[in-house]
């Protein structure tokens, strides 16, 4: 992600931001697990990977645009 922990620290909505920040970082570690197995298992499974980590980097973009749009709020 491009947002950073240290990023949403000091900020004036920090719970909420860092609950969403979690979510973004928990579909990264999903997207990254998903990546490894498309490398290792059959073609079945390289396709469910594939579509998880899909899934994944698209949850973890939106994440990050929120809280994006949420800290230039605050300046």
Do not use: C, P
């Amino acid at each position: 992600m491009k947002t950073k922990f240290k990023d949403i620290m000091f900020a004036k909505n920090f719970k909420t931001l860092e609950a969403t920040y979690d979510i973004g970082s928990k579909a990264k570690a999903i997207a990254s697990l998903a990546k490894d197995r498309i490398a290792e298992d059959g073609e079945f499974a390289q396709v469910h990977a594939g579509n998880i980590l899909i899934w994944m980097e698209e949850m973890a973009e939106q994440v990050d645009k929120a809280l994006s749009l949420q800290l230039n709020e605050e300046k």
